[in-house]
């Protein structure tokens, strides 16, 4: 039925998008028994003044939204197993000749100087490009040319990003952020996932933070360990790009297998041989093209452990240091 | 001649989105103008012109700009014909909430920025609600699940637009967006288009720069404010 024809009151009970659409212009019926088009068909002219829009553009706004809202809930998007990088040209033209396949729950490191071409391989593949990008590469999901309508997706969005100058600013706690991301994502059971996200960012953050810590006073550990904790369950995104995680505050390892575990296909900007070695390959940019993807070899894992050895005692010269102690003896 | 018309609240980011955009088209081969529609100052016009674009910079003063806009766009059409543009790109401040720059049949763009706040898009007027195509700025220094909230609000208000991520500083997005560009309506002549969404004129007698206050001096439409009872706690 059309939705103009239904009453208020049934729209209300049954579709609670449709109250939170008219909030959002301050439209509040008090009267619930006569019908959705009637109602607004009383409001006076001044009324669509005031609000900055018109009853037709309300009305066809109001049926988009609940036509891609409802689009969201049938899980009509596609699911994306893996993506392909086929590759283009650098800035001097020379091709990149490769093919390289992304599946999830891989992590890729990315290495190379800055203004290499790292956000330009990022932007293609959240581009979904298809040779109209200047590096002249083309992106496939799972295997194929994917619908260029699905560049405008929001739910499709292929890359989440989490960088070291990215902060909260939301006026909030830990626990109503995390609720207001899994609202936006129409996730069942809320209150699960908001206990179970703040439990794994707490594993992942060297202090642990509450509920109702606000998002703002969280320490760059913490507000990192959230963001990651967050991104591996709520994000839609298959591809998490992380630039470089400090080291200090947060459990760089058990960050990325908990995004390993949820399936994510990790990429990760780094200089730190440890995570550079924690991936299972590394892609090489040059001049702005991919310049080599090594797998990391069996000596280069043993090798990982050494550098942790390194790091743990560098870690604990540290914890030293701040406990006042002197470093005269170095382990 | 294609005519883009992009508004935003201040400081959102246009000049700096333009400029990407800017930078890939005229890499293309394009050749692009640009106006300014600003209240008192600005220094967009330096930034246009250092791009290599030229440029018309309109102070409205104490006239809402978007209704300065209106006024002046048909002569500014006629100069960037006069210029050989390919296209006309022309940044407004979004000062009135009230009022927007855009136009039936041409492409019209907002820039936002992340760091407004979730509730910000719904409060934004005509100039987001009436847009094609809404930029999202800043998103380099919000976390990701902010960006995804305000996204989602933005659909909110905007189901019809097309929703682009931005970075005003990096310049990641702007090829995109400028590939948008290239498909938008030609405009020959403004002369009978409409506004999407009308603007109210100068209503009262303080629009017209009555400063004293008081019932007698309040002419034209005067709307009242509702005070409701506040239960007392
Ligand atoms: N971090 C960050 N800063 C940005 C981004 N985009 C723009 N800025 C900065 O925001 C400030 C305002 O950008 P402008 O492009 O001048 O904004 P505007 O909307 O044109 O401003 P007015 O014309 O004055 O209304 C500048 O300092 C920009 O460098 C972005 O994506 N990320
Ligand atoms: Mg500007
Ligand atoms: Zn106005
Ligand atoms: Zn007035």
Redesign the pocket.
Known sequence: MNILERTIADLYENMPQVALFLGDYGLDPLERGITLGLWLESLPDEMYEDIGIDMQGLVENLEEYLLQQLMLQSGHLPVVNEITVIGGRDKSGTPEQLRLTLTRGSVTSIVGPTGSGKSRLLADIEWMAQCDTPTGRAILVNGEKPDPELRFSLEYKLVAQLSQNMNFVMDTTVAEFVAMHAESRMVENIAGVVEEIIMQANQLAGEPFSADTPVTSLSGGQSRALMIADTAFLSSSPVVLIDEIENAGIDRKRALSLLVRREKIVLMATHDPILALMADQRMVIRNGGIHRVITTTEREKENLTVLESFDNRLLALRTRLRNGELIEEVP | MKLVTIS????????????GVIRSMIASGVKVGAL?Y?CLT?D?DA?FRSLGVPVQTGLSGNLCPDHYFVSNIEECLDWGFSQGLDFLLS?S??LCNRCAPHIKGVLAVC?I?NLMGATTPKKIGPMLKYADIVVI?????VSQAEREVFAFQVRRANPKARIMH?????GQGAAELASQFLNAPETTCLDGSRLRFSMPAALCSYCLGETRIGMEHQLGNIKRIKLKEEPIA
């Open positions: 935003g609240p201040p400081s959102s980011g246009k000049t700096a989105v333009l400029a300014k600003d600005t967009d930034i940044e401040a979004g820039v920025d700025t800043k998103g380099d220094i931005v970075n005003g500083i990096t």
